[in-house]
């Protein structure tokens, strides 16, 4: 018998049917080691060897493959095909060696880019080793992003307090966005007006034209600057008759795109389905590892990690009868079409994204598949099928309308118009125009030379230049893929990094840098140029896919950054706060100190008027201070316009007179916050302050209410029990009524002015009635029983949100995750990564008796003994040997 080695249970189900009773197709679950998350790991000292660990879930798989070759003679590693894929095997292989496990055994590589019965059978056929330079690769980048955080990071902290984390291409990513947002702040919008005309033939069709030239002179976007400019044209053309100067159609061709690869498909997902890259991806791969298809479960696509974008020759085979079978002979060319990837660095040994059977119609497929999985399939198929389809057939049309103005200049208006003589691929797909007016579908009416033209309208119209728009996930990826930087594997764990350590926030589908994330990236701008330069990541991605061909040594691709990236932490290890500070002031000055509407210096401190505003560092990230500190004690939250920063000064906005004090009533902005004064600081005393409730603007805030809220907490009455005080107040959860330590939420915000004593007793006897108990979550899906037993997997409802429950692990769902989708694949992994942190079980310790006090000075009990904890399996970095 042969062991098979795969990535997920899903596939080892799958492959296992298609190779039968004489193999064994087991699991590894992904990686099955990593870099142990602590300094060392890797080791340049010692010429960058690597110390790996295996976690406790990996390590039972492993040894279920080892025991299972005991028996066995063979092993058969076939992860996915991709670098990612070559590693874990390679991982498998040195796991399983250092192990004993392969003494007289073969070890062999297959790769098949679909899970169907024909790839897998054809790949059996043709083994290979492991790849040592793909493995080499893999090292290489690894060893890379290793060394850029651990050496980084820490270098952050100290020097940024409260930010996270940096890393080798992610924090290029979020330069790319912060850079982008410079330009929208730096953005001046330009008036510009056209000119633009409804006219009609002599058969009476109407068009529509738009002012193109004066005179000899062809006009440029914003050649007409003002309204007085616009209305001039008007009046000079105003009454004038116009004439067919010229007219000239010419034939055109419009050629279909490639298939899908990684990128194309998450923004074509993106643009037409709605989808974020992550969730794009989660369908691919589970279209990629077989859907239940009339008792069998079948692979409908092929590998949806690839940056290339040929099919292979029985692919295009098979796609040119579908073609012919569907839509006739006149849409199949008479030569294949072959496609070659533009993208910088691309590696285009894989195919590209497409249907496993091109004979297998999206309809055919409808009842199997789920919404969201039938509308990518749909998508990969059109793509695919459209690739291979004739060019579409247009006639471009352009008529130029004339007239002599009043002034004496010659007017001349431009039509266009295009007809679609021969759809070809258009019959099947557009590229991003699937719900929008497609311009080739315009077609101007009939016309010649010398026809006089009727004017219906004419009127100038004005615009404004827009700044260039925030970048998407999906037009981020493109551009990271035009300037070479990550993989098709990195680019969803890229954007998921920079949204977890709240680098950027998304907006209506767009990414926007937070200030954390724009503070970090002009630190790495003034301190660490060179690792943020697009350029240079670039250059390392094409020196480590040289690696991966065998062309250069990994370690002298580390050895040559390491030098220069040791004496960059060095020179920054020395600088002072006071030097990070300024330089970041300079960088960011357009951003946090924007220009004055009265001219005046934008960093001069509104409050004091002599002081000088800067940029501060807290434990709890940045903030802008005042220099005059601590006489003057302006504050304010880094962007100029966040919420309770609208400048308010030192002393507060004054709402008004407390008339049973006399004090003065005013809204101030804190470090954590808008909040309420009563009065001034005395010596030795804090002033009474109340914090402004969530969903409350601080703008809005009335002198009434904000006496309301600085009354606060109201004590309501006695209970009639306990003779106890029942108060009501808000809290981080919202309003609530507190007596003797028990807390019960109250539903409205006014319900905390506005709540008797039956009402309060009421609710917190309510409360009692629960036994303080959570209210039990709700059960949102059952997903069945887990791969590995042990009881079914469920998606919950719970109090902070959806998590996923396996008997006593609770695993939290991402934020941008639908638990409606969450496949077991996914549920098996959150829990796994969650079991991995659980903390184990403490130490026991003597009790200690309930009648004697612990004195000032004791001697230190002695401690329970503890059991030995399991040595973690490390290892260092071999070279892959053939098998």
């Not at 679950?29 to 998350?37: C, M, N, Q, S, T």
């Not at 002081?611 to 939250?637: A, D, H, M, V």
Request: proline fraction near 6%; aromatic fraction near 8%; hydrophobic fraction near 35%.
């Amino acid at each position: 018998m042969t062991v098979v080695v795969v990535e997920s249970p899903a596939k080892a189900k799958t492959i296992n049917k298609y190779l039968g009773k004489d193999f064994k197709v087991l699991a590894s679950y992904g990686h099955v080691r990593d870099l142990p998350a602590k300094d060392g790991s890797v080791r340049p000292d010692a010429d960058f060897e690597m110390d790996w660990e295996v976690d406790g879930k990996s390590a039972k798989r492993l040894s279920d493959i080892a025991a299972a070759l005991k028996t066995d003679d063979r092993l058969i590693l076939a992860t996915d095909p991709d670098r990612e894929g070559e590693a874990i095997s390679w991982h498998v292989m040195e796991v399983l060696r250092k192990k004993g496990a392969l003494k007289g055994k073969a070890v062999q590589r297959v790769v098949f880019n679909a899970i169907t019965r024909s790839s897998v059978l054809e790949a059996m056929q043709h083994p290979r080793d492991v790849d040592a330079a793909l493995v080499d690769a893999y090292l290489a980048r690894r060893a890379l992003d290793y060394l850029v955080g651990f050496s980084l990071s820490p270098v952050l902290w100290r020097k940024l307090p409260g930010s996270r984390s940096a890393g080798r291409v992610q924090s290029v990513a979020l330069r790319l966005i912060c850079d982008r947002e410079l330009e929208i702040e730096a953005f001046r919008a330009q008036e510009y007006w056209t000119i633009d005309g409804t006219f009609t033939t002599p058969q009476g069709q109407e068009f529509q034209a738009a002012l193109n030239s004066i005179g000899t002179k062809k006009l440029g976007k914003l050649d007409i600057k003002d309204e007085a400019s616009a209305r001039a044209i008007e009046q000079a053309v105003k009454g004038q008759p116009f004439k067919v100067d010229q007219i000239e159609s010419k034939p055109a061709k419009r050629h279909p795109y490639p298939p899908f690869r990684t990128s194309t498909l998450q923004q074509e997902a993106s643009r037409k389905l709605g989808f974020s890259s992550s969730r794009t991806m989660q369908i691919a791969q589970r279209l990629y590892e077989g859907i239940d298809i009339g008792g069998e479960t079948v692979g409908l696509i092929t590998y949806m990690r690839t940056d290339g974008v040929d099919m292979a020759p029985e692919a295009i085979a098979a796609t040119r009868n579908a073609i012919l079978k569907n839509f006739g002979e006149p849409y199949v060319p008479s030569v294949p079409r072959h496609y070659t990837t533009k993208a910088k660095n691309a590696q285009e040994a894989h195919e590209a994204i497409r249907p496993t059977e091109m004979s297998r119609h999206p309809g055919a497929v409808r009842g199997k598949l789920d919404q969201d999985q039938f509308a990518l399939y749909e998508l990969i198929w059109k793509r695919t099928i459209a690739s291979q389809m004739e060019s579409a057939e247009l006639e471009r049309t352009t008529a130029d309308i004339g007239t002599d103005g009043k002034d004496g200049k010659h007017y001349t208006f431009r039509a266009n118009g295009s007809v679609v003589k021969f759809d070809g691929f258009l019959k099947v797909y557009t590229e991003g125009l699937d719900d929008a007016e497609d311009e080739d579908s315009r077609r101007l009416p009939a016309m010649a030379r010398g026809d006089s033209i009727g004017v219906k309208k004419i009127e100038g119209i004005q615009h404004f230049t827009e700044p260039p728009p925030r970048y998407s996930e999906a037009s981020l990826i493109k551009k990271l893929e035009e300037l070479g930087i990550g993989r098709p594997s990195t680019y969803v764990s890229i954007l998921e990094t920079l949204r977890t350590r709240g680098y950027v926030r998304m907006d209506k589908k767009r990414l926007i840098p937070e200030d954390k994330g724009r503070v970090v990236t002009a630190f790495l701008e003034s301190f660490f140029r060179r690792y943020v330069e697009y350029d240079f990541t670039a250059d390392l991605e094409e020196q480590l896919d040289k690696v991966s061909a065998g062309e250069i040594d990994w370690k002298q691709v580390l050895r040559d950054f390491w030098r220069d990236f040791t004496a960059a932490l060095e020179d920054v290890k020395e600088l002072r706060v006071t030097n990070v500070l300024d330089a970041l002031n300079d960088l960011l000055a357009p951003h946090i100190f924007p220009p004055r509407e009265d001219g005046g210096d934008a960093r001069s401190c509104p409050s004091c008027g002599n002081g000088q505003l800067s940029l501060k560092l807290g434990k709890f990230g940045s903030f802008i201070g005042c220099s005059n500190y601590p006489e003057c004690k302006f504050t304010r939250p880094m962007s100029p316009g966040a919420e309770g920063a609208d400048a308010v000064p030192a002393e507060g906005v004054l709402l008004g007179v407390d008339p049973e004090t006399g004090e003065n009533v005013t809204r101030r902005a804190g470090r954590f916050g808008p909040y309420l004064q009563l009065g001034e600081a005395v010596e030795g005393e804090k002033p009474q302050r109340a914090s402004i409730p969530k969903g409350k603007k601080p703008e809005e805030i009335t002198l009434e209410e904000a006496l309301k809220l600085l009354s606060l907490p109201r004590e309501i009455g006695l209970h009639p029990e306990s003779g106890k005080p029942i108060v009501a107040n808000f809290g981080r959860f919202g309003p609530f009524v507190l007596h003797d330590g028990t807390y019960a939420n109250l539903e409205s915000p006014e319900d905390v002015f506005t709540i008797g004593i039956n009402r309060a007793v009421d609710v917190l006897a309510e409360k009692k009635a629960r036994g303080f108990q959570r209210p039990k979550a709700n059960a949102l899906k059952d997903l069945g029983a887990h791969p590995n037993g042990g009881g079914n997997i469920q998606v919950m409802s719970g109090r902070y949100g959806p998590y996923v429950k396996f008997g006593k692990v609770n695993a939290t769902l991402p934020k941008d995750k639908d638990p409606q989708t969450l496949t077991v694949e996914e549920a098996v992994s959150l829990i796994a990564e969650r079991e991995g942190k659980s903390p184990g079980k403490k130490k026991s310790a003597p009790k200690k008796s309930a009648a004697k006090k612990t004195p000032a000075k004791k001697a230190p009990a002695k401690k329970a003994p503890a059991k030995k904890p399991a040595k973690k399996a490390a290892t260092k970095t071999a070279k892959p040997k053939a098998a």
